[in-house]
């Protein structure tokens, strides 16, 4: 009839019809199309002028009495019904219900209505593209500079569709432009960088920047050069640029931040290991403005220079001295491992929690605890707009006269710029004082408020002051966490369930277990957001994550930090009060210990798991967007993506490269960069694994297992390694060997005799626990695997006996192994010396190789013409450190294999090596890591040869025989 339509279930009304109150006195109905908004052309469906500054130009107010789809109920009350589509104004076909048609336009107005989001993502693709081609400043700014004027012309000629979507690679390019000029080192020729290009021992004068750290080894501290001397220089001259200062000693705790000193150190460019996977010390040294180390070797080379300090200068350093006066008393007050807690908690210091708790910390899944972060800022935060709102509100003035939500929130912005130069102002807390600030203008203006927004600005002033921050696990993590509990916040009040449990007026306990309910689902959504995160930077996931959150930040950061704010606080006029309130909070500290000790008994409390590539990472937040958005009220949509999430999730706990190893057809050896240290990885046909060895150098209490091994076994997608080898009981050969058989289960380990070495004696022993089956090797015994074949050339501690003494060496009692698959063959003799090498040699129990890995890494008591000539290696690998240079390799070795014919490679020049074979060709490839100015970092191909024929050893098929220990 006419004047009224049928419309869909509103308001409880089914299928009855309605005045069309949108027509207007005279003039012809207007239908309202089923996409999108009507013509210009046609009148406004809600005349009504009320709210629109709180739901826009086409949407009615609150009071408006027209249906609107704010009055609407949600979609899962309504019924079908027929709906009326605005004619083809051609005769076509009119476009599909619910979507707008695709065009520039249409693209244009969503870029526009999320502007900011999409800007943010276009700055980060640009500093993202800078790690994967390195343009020079020149070519990249003229881009730019084109781009602008193009965006500018578009602008002035009124194409704003076209001058929208100019602006998204405009701001990529801004991004690289900017991360490109933050890379390019200082041009000033008294730059340390330039000057120290070896290792130099030199007098300095310098300034302490921050304050001193010591982890109970290794004690350091940023130092800014103003002069400088060596020993061959009679005068001091100019320097300039940053150094980090390391020592065996903790500094003096006279020596306070802003403090002139004068050091006698030895200098030296940062070095790491060039190994896929392994974190990048150098880069992160650079990234800090950093690119020279130092060394002091007492602190009695360190004196203080009295000078009188202007009043500007000391105001620079209070911060950082109020930091360094804390930290005394939280070690006076609290005994360890509780005060390195605290000091992580209060003033942002970790050096000195221990190995031990920050694993009870990352097993439990609060490890963002310890790092002062977003959790920390908004606990503190709420707690001072509950105080400074409640004081405010004692005056009648300033209610009648002021917002008092907002002075609250404005009060609380100076507590938290304190807090931040309390906890250092290094870059997660400076990232996170500008979420804060960012979170606070939004609130107190009156614009529509969207987190999408708000993540947008942040992470857009945070990469313009520093984009390399993008790169850093703590941003990563951040946003991710923020992300997904607003996504999480969004989805939770449609789902009727959660909605409607408790309606009404509550008790209180049912009031808490709703708020229970919600800090868990909170939990859950940033444990799920960032889990491939945690993964690519750190391999492991807790599982009880969202369980010990629930549990210890009330405890940590509701009870025992505030009581140490407030001590920092009391700690000018009144250090006993400061103690008795560290004292007061210490046990909320004793209580989450004992929680985390509980929490990581479970067997399945946390996984380790291999590095996702990134294709899957994508995937996998693609999913759980799509999970996030309004689809999932479509049944078949939403079985879909459940099922291909859960597809995705397998291939995280299985990944691909563990299925496609199966099909694998050629051999694979590596030579990984350890530093003095050694450790081969060799891939059989089938994804059959041996590792040979696995020990090297390390700086700390972690070994190089946990630290390269394993790191670069995870990057390649490798969780399980099917034999370990040890080829003596040398602890640069086996003492990374433990943290791989406890990850990586291995089925068997190959050694060459018992030893009574403490470390040694504990490997076997934990072996036996895992049930290891271990074995020593006899002469001759060899492993087939499909066409390949490893076998034992000779276990040389057999005519030594069963046993060995303490101090003997062991260099000589070792396993001599080799590798065949056709015609190509590799050698590892160990540390073998000359005399063993000579003997080999007349032995002649088929030596001859392709590749040989250098006797006792390349020394001079090894390596003898002799044993080059029967092995006739293509290739010489030397696994040696970089500060073994000149006895790892010795000097002659070089101009040794250069008369032989041998191209020699080395770990420590050349990074980790990697030979593939078929049998037939061979391909050698080397591995140098990134830095800020060369190359992005991956394998370089050195060279693609045929395989020299060898001579063949016969393969007996059959398991392999070996002697049981």
Known sequence: PGGYRLRRRQHGRRGRPQPDRTRRPGGPRPLRPAYGRLRRNQPRPHPCRRGLDRHGPDIPGRNCRIPCRRQRPPPSHRTPGPRLRRPSPRGGRSPPA???PLSVTSFSR??????????????????????????????????????????????LTRRQDLSRLSLVPLICLLGALHTTAADKPSSSQGDISKIIREKREAVVIGTLLSMATYNGETGQARIALQSIRFAD?????????????????????????????????????????NTPGVFNYPLHLARQDIRVTGYVSSAAHIHRLEQTEPLLHQLRFLPERWRHQVGLAIDQAVPPPLNAIYRALVIGDQSRVDGDTRDLFRDSGIMHILSVSGTHFAIISTLLFVVCHW???????????????????????????AYALLAGMNTPVLRTLIMCCTAVIALCSDRRKSISALLAAAALLILIIDPHALFTA???????????????????PEVKEFDTALPGEQPWHHRALRWLTAALAASVAATLGTAPLLLQHFNHVSLVAPLSNLLIEPLICLFSLPLALLACLTLPFAPDATAKLLELGAPGLTISLAIMRFCTRFPLSGIWLASPPAWLVFLYYAMLLLLAMRWYRNRKVRLTVLASFAVIVLLFVFPPYEVTSRLKRDLTVTFLDVGQGSATLLEFPGGYRILVDGGGSSASSRTVGETVIAPFLWQRGITRVDQLVVTHPDADHYNGIPFILSHFSPGSLWISRPSTDDQFSQLIRQAKEARLHVSIPADGEELTVGKGNFRCVRNLAARRGKGSTKGENSNDAGLILQARFGDFAVLLPGDISRKMERMLTAEGRGLTSTVLLAPHHGSKTSNSGLFFSAVAPEYLVVSAGRKTTGHFPHPGLQRQCEEAGIRMLTTAGDGTVKVDTDGRWLTVSTYRAASMTGPPAAYRREVRTAVPATEGISFRPGPPKVTPL
């Open 110 to 155: 969503h870029l526009s209505s999320h502007l900011l989001a999409a800007l943010a993502i276009a700055f980060i693709c640009g500093i993202g593209l800078t790690t994967v081609i390195r343009l020079p400043p020149l070519p990249l700014a003229l881009m730019t500079g084109g781009t602008l004027c193009l965006t500018a012309l578009l602008y």
């Open 98 to 100: 619910g979507h707008p």
């Open 474 to 492: 703590s941003f990563q993590l951040s946003f991710a966490a923020v992300a997904s509990i607003a996504l999480a916040a969004r989805i939770l």
């Open 233 to 273: 220089s009679p005068r001091f001259s100019g320097a300039e640029g940053t150094v980090l200062v390391s020592s065996r000693e903790p500094w003096p705790d006279y020596m306070l931040p802003g403090t002139s000193l004068t050091l006698r150190l030895t200098l030296q460019r940062p070095s790491g290991f």
């Open 391 to 417: 004081l405010l509100r004692r005056s009648a003035w300033l209610i009648l006269h002021a917002n008092i939500r907002k002075l609250a929130l404005a009060a609380c912005l100076p507590v938290l710029f």
